[in-house]
């Protein structure tokens, strides 16, 4: 795929949701941003690269269902999958290659939700990326992924595996005459500052000037984000009780907030666009219920 853009005004921008450690929320954040854009008024296509769990495809899939069970217009992307070809990693590769450019130039923005494993396919999609997000859980455990550090000190000392990666695709797009905007993603923040959370916080900040990304909060850890994965919904759905089952709380529109800040972080669409209304009729969240 050609990634100079200049020569082709209509051209999507990539978005890749990628981390090799698995259960980070890169599913619901791909969704998330899918729908944020969506709502902005862009034609978006998305694709899921994981396979074999299928989490992203099957989110849309609940979401299609839902707004047809529930007579509900919601906002739905075009979704695409990778038909495997065992035993050829080289004709898969050139299969999402050739699906990109071709969704390239009738889209906006593409969505690319990827394994968590390493592997061709994943590797060509941070290569492809204009925009990489990486979640990232607020420990350390997952912050090995990007680097190293001291057991004493908790400084940084050194860069992983997927760090190292990634540095391998930025190479590649400044071959191909393009850039790559890294955003890692602290995802599934305590709500109570702790030690941890200011140590990995310190860490990121450290590792983000070695590696070049930018650091953007992302979703705290609340329930609600695991409740709409069964119907296909966001935090920035019309959360009705007719959608939802039950009244929006504030920890709903605490939700809606965090995905508005994210996309407004990124820098992707006007900050008018990012902007977003928060559900009516909210109560008070039940705590307890929102950080189990």
Same mark, same amino acid.
């Given at each position: 795929?050609?990634?100079?853009?200049?020569? /082709?005004?209509?051209?999507?921008?990539?978005?890749?949701?990628?981390?090799?450690?698995?259960?980070?929320?890169?599913?619901?954040?791909?969704?998330?941003?899918?729908?944020?854009?969506?709502?902005?008024?862009?034609?978006?296509?998305?694709?899921?690269?994981?396979?074999?769990?299928?989490?992203?495809?099957?989110?849309?899939?609940?979401?299609?269902?839902?707004?047809?069970?529930?007579?509900?217009?919601?906002?739905?992307?075009?979704?695409? $999958?990778?038909?495997?070809?065992?035993?050829?990693?080289?004709?898969? $590769?050139?299969?999402?290659?050739?699906?990109?450019?071709?969704?390239? /130039?009738?889209?906006?923005?593409?969505?690319?939700?990827?394994?968590?494993?390493?592997?061709?396919?994943?590797?060509?999609?941070?290569?492809?990326?204009?925009?990489?997000?990486?979640?990232?859980?607020?420990?350390?455990?997952?912050?090995?992924?990007?680097?190293?550090?001291?057991?004493?000190?908790?400084?940084?000392?050194?860069?992983?595996?997927?760090?190292?990666?990634?540095?391998?695709?930025?190479?590649?797009?400044?071959?191909?005459?393009?850039?790559?905007?890294?955003?890692?993603?602290?995802?599934?923040?305590?709500?109570?500052?702790?030690?941890?959370?200011?140590?990995?916080?310190?860490?990121? /900040?450290?590792?983000?000037?070695?590696?070049?990304?930018?650091?953007?909060?992302?979703?705290?850890?609340?329930?609600?984000?695991?409740?709409?994965?069964?119907?296909?919904?966001?935090?920035?759905?019309?959360?009705?009780?007719?959608?939802?089952?039950?009244?929006?709380?504030?920890?709903?529109?605490?939700?809606?907030?965090?995905?508005?800040?994210?996309?407004?972080?990124?820098?992707?669409?006007?900050?008018?666009?990012?902007?977003?209304?928060?559900?009516?009729?909210?109560?008070?969240?039940?705590?307890?219920?929102?950080?189990?």
């Amino acid at each position: 795929m050609t990634s100079d853009k200049s020569s /082709q005004q209509q051209a999507a921008r990539v978005i890749v949701v990628g981390n090799e450690k698995g259960g980070s929320g890169k599913s619901t954040v791909a969704m998330h941003i899918s729908v944020a854009l969506l709502k902005a008024g862009h034609r978006v296509a998305t694709i899921d690269l994981d396979r074999r769990q299928r989490s992203f495809t099957n989110y849309i899939e609940n979401r299609r269902s839902w707004a047809r069970r529930a007579d509900r217009a919601l906002e739905m992307p075009d979704h695409f $999958c990778i038909e495997p070809s065992y035993d050829d990693e080289a004709s898969e $590769c050139m299969s999402l290659a050739n699906t990109v450019e071709k969704l390239a /130039q009738s889209y906006d923005f593409i969505v690319i939700d990827t394994p968590g494993h390493d592997g061709s396919l994943t590797r060509l999609a941070h290569s492809m990326a204009d925009t990489l997000v990486t979640p990232l859980n607020d420990s350390f455990v997952d912050f090995d992924v990007l680097g190293n550090v001291d057991a004493e000190t908790f400084a940084v000392s050194g860069t992983s595996h997927y760090a190292k990666m990634v540095e391998e695709a930025r190479q590649r797009r400044l071959v191909d005459n393009g850039s790559l905007d890294w955003v890692v993603l602290r995802n599934r923040l305590s709500m109570l500052g702790t030690r941890n959370k200011r140590l990995v916080a310190e860490a990121l /900040q450290d590792l983000a000037q070695k590696l070049q990304f930018r650091v953007i909060e992302g979703f705290a850890e609340r329930m609600i984000f695991r409740e709409f994965f069964p119907r296909g919904l966001t935090a920035l759905d019309d959360l009705a009780e007719s959608t939802l089952g039950t009244r929006p709380t504030l920890s709903h529109a605490s939700a809606r907030q965090e995905v508005a800040n994210l996309i407004s972080a990124m820098g992707i669409v006007p900050a008018t666009a990012a902007s977003v209304e928060p559900p009516a009729a909210a109560e008070t969240p039940d705590r307890a219920r929102d950080a189990a």
